[in-house]
Each structure stands twice: as C-alpha cells, then as structure tokens.
C-alpha cells in the first residue's frame, strides 16, 4: 500500500473551489467526521464478528445477501447517530435508499468494496445516478458522492480495512483510500487511483479558517 502524505494547505478561503481529490475531500470534511466515519466500519466489524461468534452454523449458511445486510443495517444505525452528534450532519432513510449528508457538499452511502474499489447495487435509476461520474453544474450546486464501507474477502466470508472512494461507475473508483484511524488522521493511505479516466469534479467550498473547516 503506498502512502499519500497529506498536508494542511493554510486554510481554504471563502468560495474557494477545488478538485475533488482525496486529499481535499479529507481535508473538508475534517479530522473528527472523517474518524467518526471510520467508527461506524469498525462497529459493523465488531458486530458481524459478534454475530459469528454466536452463531456459527447460521453466519456459515448465510448467503451473501443476508451477511451484507446484516453488515450494513449495523453500520446505519451507528450513522445516524452522527446527525446528534454535528450540528451539519444529516440522514435521510427512504428504503432502499440510506444516505447520510455532511454539510451541503458530501452524500454518502454505505457499500461493500472489491480491493480495486468496485462497488455493487440494483441498477436502479437512483443508483445509477449516484455512482455515475459527477455532471458538470455550476460549482455551488455541485454535490460530490461518496461510498464509505470496506473490502470484502470473498474466501475468507471476512471485511476488510475501512474505506471511503469516490466513482464514476459501480465498477470504476476514481480512487479509494482508506478511513484513517485517531492516531493517521495526517496521512492517506491511497489504495486505488486510476493513471487516467474521468476528471475530477470541482466543487465550490462556502471555506473559513482551516480549524473552523472542520466543524466540530
């Protein structure tokens, strides 16, 4: 796994617009949400670890369907929590559809990732529409959708490291790192990032002073 060093740019100054490179995404969204995201993860791993614990013969027979439920019905009911705990954090549950809003620039789902960051999905309209390459809108408008969840190891039935990506199709991450902990808040750890492809979309930051970014 190769490391991407992160450094604090100084601040972003009001309506300032920027790339929707990890290092910039990270560097919005802040320390404390960016740690909270990666609790949400962990707590789902130590759930469906419990569940296998308990009930081995059933976690065993469980088909793939029913073990990613399982996994993410634990990691939503975590996710809502965040909405008590920062004030620009919001959720809407519209089954199927769960997304969890930080502020007014990011939308985040919750999926189970291949190791090259491939996500999957009923190809519904709204799916499609969420994981296709971000259209181009004027910057203020520009809504950035990420996928926050793990990899999966098909043999082994176990998840992976924490991760958050960025698509421009189910099948295609524009990169993946993984959700760094309390103590790696300052460095990226880049797990795919393609050499070419879609450009990155720029989205417009309302910005103040680099510690007030983090809100909270």
């Known amino acids: 796994m190769s490391m991407l060093g992160y450094r604090d ?3 972003i100054k009001t309506g300032m617009q920027i790339t929707a490179s990890p290092e910039h995404v990270v560097r919005d969204i802040g320390t404390k949400k960016m740690t909270a995201l990666r609790k949400i993860v962990d707590g789902g791993r130590e759930d469906y670890r419990e569940y296998r614990s ?9 088909c793939g369907r029913t073990t990613h439920s399982l996994i993410h019905e634990r990691m939503w009911q975590r996710a ?20 969890l809003y930080l502020g007014t620039q990011y939308r985040v789902r919750f999926k189970k990732h291949t190791p090259a960051g491939a996500v999957r999905s009923y190809p519904t309209a709204t799916a499609l529409d969420f994981f296709d390459e971000p259209p181009a809108t004027l ?21 992976g490291r924490p991760v958050m990506s960025l698509h421009s199709a189910m099948d295609k991450a524009l990169w993946m790192i993984e959700l760094p902990d309390d103590g790696a808040a300052g460095n990226l750890g880049l797990l795919h990032a393609p ?17 007030e970014s983090e809100q909270g």
């Open 9 to 11: 740019p100084g601040g």
């Open 54 to 62: 308990a009930h081995p013969v059933w976690a065993s027979q469980d």
């Open 80 to 99: 809502m929590l965040l909405a008590d705990d920062f004030e620009d954090v919001s959720y809407v549950e519209s089954l199927p559809t769960r997304e």
């Open 139 to 159: 910057p203020s408008l520009q809504l950035v959708n990420l996928t926050v969840g793990y990899e999966w190891d098909e043999e082994l039935r176990q998840m």
């Open 195 to 211: 050499l070419d492809g879609p450009t990155l979309p720029t989205i417009f930051v309302p910005g103040v002073a680099a510690e």
